[in-house]
């Protein structure tokens, strides 16, 4: 499942742009854990990101005000460096973690991504089937 490219899912590209950016720094985040077992640090990386992934989630879960919510994602897309989908609609997320009533969208937006990850590679490979799928029912 391509969920970015599933249109009846959003309500607004904001919420499209904001999954992409928070799944880009995932991306970021889970390659900083992979070089530090590389360094010779002492878990595996399964677990490092297990960890992260617990962490992230919980933080998301205490984050119950919007100066809270506001305040981790931006550190936490900080720590995840300068990606291009958070560089290119930085507006738009910005709007939707500050907004007075949507900042609850956003928690729940980030969750989702957190639960719906995938490596780019894994998105192209499910995508490229999809689209494989659809051609041979278009062919029957």
């Given at each position: 499942?391509?969920?970015?490219q599933?249109?009846?899912?959003?309500?607004?590209?904001?919420?499209?742009?904001?999954?992409?950016a928070f799944?880009e720094i995932?991306?970021?985040?889970y390659a900083q854990?992979a070089k530090?077992?590389e360094?010779?640090?002492?878990?595996?990386?399964?677990d490092?990101?297990?960890?992260?992934?617990?962490?992230?989630?919980?933080?998301?879960?205490?984050?119950?005000?919007?100066?809270?919510?506001?305040?981790y994602?931006a550190?936490?897309?900080?720590?995840?460096?300068?990606?291009?989908a958070?560089?290119q609609n930085?507006?738009?997320?910005?709007?939707?973690m500050d907004h007075?009533w949507?900042w609850?969208r956003?928690?729940?937006l980030?969750?989702?991504?957190?639960?719906t990850?995938?490596s780019?590679?894994?998105?192209g490979?499910?995508q490229?089937?999809?689209?494989?799928?659809s051609?041979?029912?278009?062919?029957?």
């Amino acid at each position: 499942m391509e969920l970015i490219q599933e249109q009846e899912m959003w309500d607004t590209e904001s919420e499209r742009y904001f999954v992409e950016a928070f799944w880009e720094i995932l991306a970021s985040l889970y390659a900083q854990e992979a070089k530090a077992v590389e360094r010779g640090g002492s878990r595996k990386v399964e677990d490092r990101l297990d960890d992260l992934n617990e962490d992230i989630r919980r933080s998301l879960m205490r984050a119950k005000t919007r100066v809270l919510l506001r305040g981790y994602l931006a550190e936490l897309f900080a720590k995840g460096g300068r990606q291009p989908a958070l560089v290119q609609n930085r507006a738009e997320i910005w709007k939707l973690m500050d907004h007075p009533w949507e900042w609850k969208r956003a928690r729940d937006l980030a969750l989702l991504a957190l639960a719906t990850y995938q490596s780019k590679e894994k998105r192209g490979q499910a995508q490229a089937q999809s689209s494989r799928s659809s051609e041979k029912g278009e062919q029957s």
